[in-house]
């Protein structure tokens, strides 16, 4: 089964897009980021990705009301990243009814506390590998570790990780396509699903990335290319579900 993840960013409380991970190439696509999700809902979205954006760079969640109101507005289940460091900001998050939090930064900086809500919350939690050159970048993509992306998969899904959300920071934003090679590498090395973001654009790329989705990609994020109307959401569901 492949998903696809219509992307919701919310920096200010309003929906926007930045540019490879960049907070002075922003652009704002909506004031309402709950208006946003009712619409891809109301499309055939099945699961909804939300990203604190001030969070991610304040290093702690910040847009909870925000959250909480699309959770409880929308039937389907959500998940989010941005900022989550620590046991407590999982447990708010989680208790704001989304179904998985997305931890980025944490799994590369403290991994007790990764390994410790792996076990507590397992599959509500997901890890974000954000990598450039193959290497993790953290801090809403302002570092970039010595951690290369596929050793940290193999290392954390023996610790319980079931799905990863792979982004190439090279591709994000750029509408030039996923980067299809390593979305699998990542999948086959670690054994699990992997969610792929950053650089998806055309229906095309949709279905290449869904052609895979035996051999482990499960799903796809999508983001400035629904709000550019290049791609079409509900076109998408039903060009994705027929390929199966």
Known sequence: MFTIYPA???????????????YNRETVYNDNPLEVAREWERLGGTF?????????KAGH??????????????????????????RADVDRVLSLGVSRVILGTAAIEDRAFTEEVLGTYGDKITIGLDARNGYVATRGWLETSEVKAEELARELAAKG???????????DGMMQGPNVEAILSLAKSS????????????MEDLLKLSSHAKEGIGGAI????LYTGS????????????AE
């Open 161 to 171: 990780a079931e799905t990863f959300i792979f982004t190439d920071i090279s591709r």
């Open 231 to 242: 791609i079409q959401l509900d076109e998408a569901i039903r060009a994705v579900a027929g």
């Open 191 to 202: 054994g699990r699903q992997v969610i792929a973001s950053g650089g998806v654009s055309t």
């Open 48 to 56: 909804i990705h939300l990203v604190d954006l001030d969070g991610a």
């Open 222 to 225: 999508v983001g400035k290319a």
């Open 8 to 22: 919701i960013d919310i920096r200010g409380g309003k929906c926007v897009r930045l540019i490879q991970g960049d």
């Open 61 to 86: 969640p910040v847009n909870d009301d925000i959250i909480r109101s699309i959770a409880s507005a929308v039937q389907v289940p959500v998940q989010v990243g941005g900022g989550l460091r620590t």
